[in-house]
């Protein structure tokens, strides 16, 4: 089972969610909506679903942007996965420059504070653990979060598959395919 965790002002209905779905059939692919800026409703939320699925073996997190972040952290907790897709693991640095009102996939907006920023931060894993199995999925030009942290934080910790070009949205979704499945199907 996957469990699809997105980004900051995404959502349950993303792209990379209904692509990856039926690409991945007749694995389960999960795929909450909860508010990604705001840790505090966001942990509680995302804690109950994984408890809820935590006996469908082997369970992967998929970590999209912010939902990297959220999927690390929960991966310190409970036996699972993790496939990163451009994560943003130094969110609280990251989102600075976000600060004020957003704007969400759904067209819901909010305002994106200092407060959220230092809860982030809170939940911050100050290093990789070698025994949660990784594979961290980049394209070299996001142009919204440097990849170079993620590979560098990750080196030696886990699987990587590094794409020239792209964007943050990662357009080589595609090509990853055979990498998330396989990575699914080894934790067997």
């Given amino acids: 089972m996957y469990i699809y965790l997105h980004g ?3 959502s349950s209905n993303s792209y990379k969610v209904n692509w990856l779905r039926p690409r991945v059939s007749p694995r389960e692919m999960l795929s909450p909506t909860y508010p990604a800026h705001d840790a505090a409703l966001a942990i ?16 992967v ?3 999209s942007s912010l939902g990297g972040y959220y999927a690390q952290y929960l ?4 036996p699972c996965g993790i496939i990163f897709i451009n994560p943003a693991l130094l969110p609280s640095h990251e989102l600075e420059k976000h600060k004020g009102l957003q ?7 909010y305002e994106l504070t200092d407060a959220h920023l230092e809860k982030l931060e809170q939940l911050r894993v100050h290093s990789a653990n070698p025994a949660i199995p990784s594979l961290l999925l980049v394209d070299e030009d996001d142009e919204v979060i ?3 942290f993620a590979i560098q ?7 990587m598959r590094i794409f020239p070009g792209g964007s943050h949205s990662f357009e080589h979704l595609e090509h990853a395919l055979d990498d998330i499945v396989r990575f699914h199907d080894k934790l067997v």
């Fill in 8 to 10: 900051l002002n995404s």
């Fill in 44 to 59: 509680p939320a995302l804690t109950k679903l994984v408890e809820n699925n935590i006996d469908k073996k082997p369970l």
């Fill in 61 to 63: 997190l998929i970590g």
């Fill in 75 to 78: 991966a310190q907790i409970y």
């Fill in 103 to 109: 704007t969400n996939y759904d067209g819901s907006q």
């Fill in 146 to 148: 440097d990849p170079k």
């Fill in 153 to 159: 934080y990750l080196q030696g910790q886990a699987a």
